[in-house]
C-alpha cells in the first residue's frame, strides 16, 4: 500500500475510534547518567563518552514544581524518569514519597519510567498513586538484540507483565530509524497489541554525539509517515504519542503526521533534549483539532492533501 493510502486509512481509522482526542504529557528527566546498559542509542549509558549531564536524583521539591508545570502547560499526564537500569533502594523510596506528594498537592494524572522493576516495587508505586508506568520496549523483539546486549527484549516484557500485574496502566512503544526495517516496526507494534497497552509512544531517533548511532542516516519522512499509520492501523483505539525526534525529523512536516492517525506529543523537551515551547505546541493542537474537526467520521484526502503529498513523494 502506497504511503499516501496508509496515511488516508490511519486518519480513517483515528477518527472512526478516537474522535478528536489529542493526549499532552510532559516528562522530567530526574536522575540523569551513569546508566550501566548499553543502549546504542542513549547518551546517558556510562559506555559512552557524551555531554550529557550527569546528577542524582532530584529532591521531592523540584519534581513537586515541574508537576506543577507540566499541568499548567496543558499536559494530562506527568512522568518521572530516572536513568538506569531499574531504580531501587532510598532512592526508590523517595520517589514514591513524591509521587504521594504531587497525587496531593498538583492533582495530575502520575506516570513513572523507572527502568526494570519487580512486582513487589509496582505494588509500592501504585499504592503511593502511581497510575501509568512507561516502558518502552524500543524495537522489535528480532532487531532488539542490535541495539542492546545487557539486557534482553524479554527483560522489558516481564517488566510490563510485573507493572500490569498490579493493575497500572501501560504506556510502551519504541525508537525508530535505528536501521531496522519496516517488518521490524509492524512487528514491534504488534506486540504492544499483543501486550494490551493503553498508550503508544514513537521516537524517532536523533542521532546524538559520542553514541554508536551517532553518524546513523535519518530516517526518512515518508518512512516516518508509514509507520505511523501503520501503528494508527494496528492500534485503533489507544493514544499514539509522538516524542522525541519529531521537531528534527519532521521539521515543516509534523503536521503531516497528524493527518496520519497520531493524536498525542510530548511537550516541554524530553530526556536531554529540549522541545518547542509549550506555547507553540499547544497552538499547533488547536489546529490539528480544527483541521480534525472538517472531517466526516470517514475521511478522505482532498485534492489540496493529495498534491502536497505528491509534491513530498509520498504516493510511492
Not at 490511519?10 to 547518567?33: D, E, P, Q, V
Not at 550529557?52 to 532530584?58: E, F, I, N, R, S
Not at 513537586?64 to 499541568?71: G, H, S
Not at 531504580?87 to 527502568?115: F, M, N, P, Q, Y
Amino acid at each position: 500500500m502506497s504511503c499516501r493510502q496508509l496515511m488516508t486509512e490511519g486518519l480513517k481509522t483515528k477518527l472512526a475510534h478516537r474522535s478528536n482526542s489529542f493526549s499532552l504529557c510532559s516528562i522530567m528527566n530526574a536522575k540523569s547518567g551513569r546508566c550501566s546498559e548499553d543502549c546504542r542509542f542513549c547518551t546517558q549509558s556510562s559506555h559512552y563518552r557524551t555531554n550529557t549531564p550527569v546528577y542524582p536524583l532530584k529532591d521531592t521539591e523540584e519534581i513537586v514544581t515541574d508537576a506543577r508545570k507540566a499541568k499548567e502547560n496543558g499536559a494530562n499526564h506527568f512522568s518521572i524518569v530516572t536513568s538506569g537500569r531499574g531504580l531501587h533502594g532510598k532512592d526508590l523510596s523517595r520517589v514514591i514519597e513524591t509521587i504521594t506528594a504531587i497525587r496531593d498537592e498538583v492533582g495530575i494524572k502520575i506516570c513513572a519510567s523507572l527502568g526494570i522493576l519487580k512486582t513487589e516495587d509496582f505494588k509500592r508505586l501504585k499504592e503511593s498513586g502511581l497510575a501509568r508506568y512507561h516502558h518502552n520496549l524500543e524495537s522489535s523483539r528480532e532487531f532488539f538484540p542490535k541495539i542492546c546486549s545487557s539486557h534482553s527484549f524479554q527483560d522489558r516484557l516481564d517488566t510490563i507483565k510485573a507493572a500490569r500485574l498490579v493493575g497500572l496502566e501501560i504506556c510502551s512503544g519504541g525508537i525508530i530509524g535505528l536501521g531496522e526495517s519496516e517488518e521490524d516496526r509492524i512487528s514491534l507494534a504488534l506486540t504492544l497489541k499483543e501486550y494490551d497497552i493503553d498508550s503508544a509512544v514513537l521516537n524517532i531517533l536523533i542521532p546524538l554525539p559520542g553514541t554508536p548511532m551517532a553518524d546513523h542516516t535519518p530516517l526518512a519522512v515518508k518512512d516516518i509517515l508509514r509507520t505511523i499509520a501503520l501503528f494508527r492501523l494496528i492500534l485503533p483505539d489507544i493514544p499514539l504519542r509522538l516524542a522525541a525526534g519529531r521537531e528534527t525529523a519532521l521539521a515543516d512536516f509534523l503536521s503531516s503526521a497528524f493527518l496520519a492517525g497520531a493524536d498525542g506529543m510530548m511537550i516541554g523537551g524530553y530526556l536531554t533534549k529540549r522541545g518547542r515551547s509549550p506555547e507553540k505546541d499547544l497552538a499547533f493542537v488547536q489546529d490539528i483539532k480544527k483541521i480534525w474537526s472538517k472531517r466526516s467520521p470517514a475521511p478522505h484526502l482532498r485534492p489540496f492533501e493529495v498534491s502536497y503529498l505528491a509534491y513530498l513523494g509520498l504516493e510511492a
